[in-house]
């Protein structure tokens, strides 16, 4: 039978029969190995890892993970900086608030398995519909814009979250997250989201008000005209990733040379 030979020439790839006419096919190597990679991608198939409620997005990029995790409208107990609501407690008191908030987006962004310090908190109205689900701006301490973006970052605090499971890292984080007393850390250089949006609406211009509100109709955050974050769904994921540096999909001769050279001799 003919001998079948593959010739690599730079940026192509050919395949023919040694001695027999008819034979030649040239491809790129680009879609030669752009196929490659899908068969072995089916082949392995994907399954996510075990994912607590609400979490609607896992995204990989490199060493990086970004999860998005939506919570309903509910009403949470939270420790709240006074300064100075209350004149019988000193300004720096934390005081036990109960406030409503709408849906909730968290965008938790890990570094191989541990929470990475890039960590979205959104609003919106209703439940995430698509990647390109517009965000709203979230009314919070601990929460500013900042780093040449729109993006509502806020803060978790550092965790050792390595040896925990994913269910758990996620948990975690959201566990923090709430535990953690709110304060005027973020009120320098840019201003909280809670400063920020407090003459947005009557029911959240203070903590009070914002209480008294919640305790009359948890929903009625669902109401208020919240400002957009000026990102969608997907470009706040690409925020929290946008450190990754992903990886060089091999597209020419020199990329299977280096392959080549970095495995071992068989």
Not at 18 to 29: F, K, L, M, Y
Not at 105 to 122: I, K, M, N, P, T
Request: net charge negative.
């Amino acid at each position: 039978m003919p001998e079948e030979l593959i010739e690599l020439r730079r940026d192509r790839a050919r395949c023919f029969q040694s001695g027999v006419e008819h034979t030649d096919r040239t491809v790129s190597i680009e879609s030669l190995l752009g196929w490659l990679r899908r068969r072995a991608t089916d082949a392995a198939g994907f399954e996510t890892p075990l994912l607590i409620p609400g979490t609607r997005l896992v995204k990989q990029l490199g060493h990086r993970t970004a999860i998005v995790v939506e919570q309903p409208p509910q009403v949470r107990t939270v420790d709240w900086i006074n300064d100075g609501e209350d004149p019988s407690l000193p300004t720096d008191a934390y005081v036990r608030r109960r406030f409503a908030f709408p849906y909730l987006v968290f965008v938790l962004s890990f570094d191989d398995a541990e929470l990475d310090g890039y960590q979205l908190r959104v609003y919106v109205t209703s439940p995430l519909a698509s990647l390109e689900s517009p965000l709203l701006e979230a009314n919070m301490l601990n929460v500013t814009t900042g780093r040449d973006s729109p993006a509502s970052w806020l803060c978790i605090g550092r965790q050792e979250v390595a040896a925990l499971d994913w269910p758990d890292k996620v948990e975690s984080a959201l566990r923090s997250f709430w535990a953690t007393p709110f304060n005027l850390d973020f009120e320098a250089p840019r201003g909280s989201g809670y400063t920020r949006l407090r003459s947005l609406d009557p029911r959240v211009r203070s903590a009070v008000a914002w209480e008294q509100a919640s305790l009359d109709d948890p929903l009625f955050p669902l109401s208020v005209p919240w400002p957009a974050a000026g990102l969608s769904l997907a470009e706040a994921v690409e925020e929290t990733l946008r450190m990754a540096v992903p990886a060089q999909f091999p597209t020419k001769l020199q990329d299977i040379v280096d392959a080549i050279y970095r495995l071992p001799v068989s």
